[in-house]
């Protein structure tokens, strides 16, 4: 089981930029692939991207890809979500995740992870 806690999130208007932190402990976290999820208003939560264990692989929805990049350092037990070109629709809590069992990839579906964090909130504005 992970700990992780999630920071970075915030208000910004659309085109502005943010990085989202996700600070990981509990386990060998370069063990396991990591991943970003987020959860609007009234809507279920989707994934946002994944990346495999050693930082080499790494999985968008269509919706963020070109947009947000995914990354870890494993020395740190931190992945990092940055995202570019902020749109309203990207307003959302946004969650990282640990993967469940030792993937050799970037699973996308969120019953492939075990361990979540606590969310934090992006809002963008128009």
């Known amino acids: 089981q992970f700990q992780l806690v999630e920071s970075g999130g915030g208000l910004v208007q659309a085109g502005a930029s943010l990085r989202l932190s996700c600070a990981a402990s509990g386990r060998t976290f370069s063990d396991y692939a990591m991943g970003w999820f987020r959860q609007a208003p009234g809507k279920e939560r989707v994934f946002v991207a994944s990346?495999?264990?050693?930082?080499?692989?790494?999985t968008y929805a269509d919706s963020v890809k070109g947009r947000f990049t995914i990354s870890r350092d494993n020395a740190k037990n931190t992945a990092y979500l940055q995202m570019n070109r902020l749109e309203p629709e990207d307003t959302a809590v946004y969650y990282c995740?640990?993967?469940?069992?030792?993937?050799?990839?970037?699973?996308?579906?969120?019953?492939?992870?075990?361990?979540w964090g606590q969310g934090t909130q992006v809002t963008v504005s128009s």
């Open positions: 990346i495999n264990r050693n930082g080499g692989g790494a």
């Open positions: 995740a640990v993967a469940a069992k030792t993937y050799g990839y970037a699973p996308t579906r969120g019953k492939d992870f075990g361990s």
